[in-house]
């Protein structure tokens, strides 16, 4: 007997997801020259960017920044308010159980809390604390028996595998660039203070290799009038946007975070020469988690009726790209401005960010949790101080729905704002509404034995074929193919021999008797 078997290695993967930990960042903020002492901080805005990324042996190193903004009321001068900006670099690391140099890893990051402390006035004291997640996956080559022949007396059985998570990480930039005139009616700048952009509506389709992002960019443009009485003044532009990028073929799943910075605002003549329009780039920079599944079939037991074979198995741990599905949802709340606050007037601009909390997972829901804190600027009621910050934290509990999920699974899910809308209620309250995108990918850890390796046994001599026959109680956990197996026969003849008894082969029940004639001793 000659046993010829069809190996391949394959690529277990296995994901690993650790503890997150809390890291202090600390610096002074120092106003530039040309820029007015602090009277009283206005508005202060943080981000966390996380540039490098490495797994190392037991521990996932990494670097990046926080990025402050800050706008000010400042003393003696004529301009309303001012705007100073700076970075402060973060680099640390997390202690894992099993990566190495070889892990795949990956960073979430989040502002959990900042406090800002006026020194003097020309130094702020800045104190960030940032919410660091890693999450892993290693992979291990191994060989794996797919099919065996080469044997006329040899029975084999094959099953499905399907193993999958990140295929790919991709990271691509967009630049855009808009000139951007302001409203009629508004007055015309003399200073930019502060530009931001934010990304709302945004579509995701993936085809032919390639993931379609599209979207609008929400822009917002504060800056100093060119009055005889210089105010601060605030335009919003919405402009849409279309960019892709290339992905693996097939039909993957990609998840996309999009994050954009602007990199430039110069003020430019508009088409009579008036300080009206603003030049304006915007870098885009796209973070696309590719997730795909690897559907395998392998040789999941075999035996022969005519002599004993030596199996080989090993034990793997692998994930399964289980299923994903997005929601959306509106979520309200309320802000107001306190008793120290001048009262509103008219609201300037609406902002927020995202404090995710608990993903749960039970019987065909994923449950995403957190706070959305979200801030407003408004024009006050006060000529001292014409421009004010109110802020409030709105929650949320969102519920995904993916059929067939359980408890055990893991879940990735990005939460994205999509739309603000704002309405004053009073003097000092305001209603904020908010638009959030849940983006859920579900996945199961899991364990199997396969065959590596079959071969017939060394000291193994040709067994003859010997008749013999009994009479069966099936027990639970029992199978036509152990059956056939322990008997040495083959699922096809106990069919045959019971088939008024067997409706489903793949179904049968504890007490049933059945006709066994083994095919040798």
Known sequence: MSLEAATEKIKFISRGKGDGVQILTEGDMIVPDINPDIYQILKADEDVII??????????????????????????TDSPVSFMKAEFPIEDYIMTDDTDENSDADITAEIIHTDYRLVNDRKINVKAV???KPSWSNGVETEAVKTVG??????????????????????????IRETLNIPAGK??????????ADICRREIRVSDGTAHINGDLRINVMYISADEKPVAQSAEFTVPFDISADVPMGDPFCMVRLKPFVTSAEIEGDISGDPRAVDINILITAVIKVFGQNTQTLLEDAYSLAAPLEITRKNVDYTELFGR??????????VTADSSQPEMMQIVKAWGNIRNGNVTVEDNIITAEGTADMKLMYIAKDDNMPLNIAQTSVPFSQ???????????TADVVTEIEDIAFSILSDREAEIRITLSFDAVVCENKSREIISDIKESDDAEDIPVKGGAVIYTVKKGDSLWSIAKKYHTT???????????????????????FLILKKFV
């Open 51 to 76: 540039d490098k990324v490495k797994a190392e042996q037991g521990r996932i190193g990494f670097s990046g920044r926080i990025a402050v903004s800050v706008l000010y009321y400042g003393k003696k």
């Open 130 to 132: 940032t919410g660091i």
């Open 150 to 175: 080469g044997d006329d007396y040899l029975q084999s059985k094959t099953g499905i595998i399907n193993t999958g998570d990140i295929r790919e990480r991709i990271t691509e930039e967009f630049n």
């Open 187 to 196: 007055p015309d700048i003399a200073e930019i203070l502060e530009t931001t």
């Open 325 to 334: 599905n997005r929601a959306q949802g509106i979520y309200r709340g309320t």
């Open 399 to 409: 519920v995904i729905e993916i059929k067939g999920v359980k408890e055990g699974m």
């Open 491 to 513: 699922v096809n003849d106990i069919l045959e021999l019971n088939k008024n008894k067997i409706e489903d082969p793949d179904v049968i029940y504890p007490g049933q008797r």
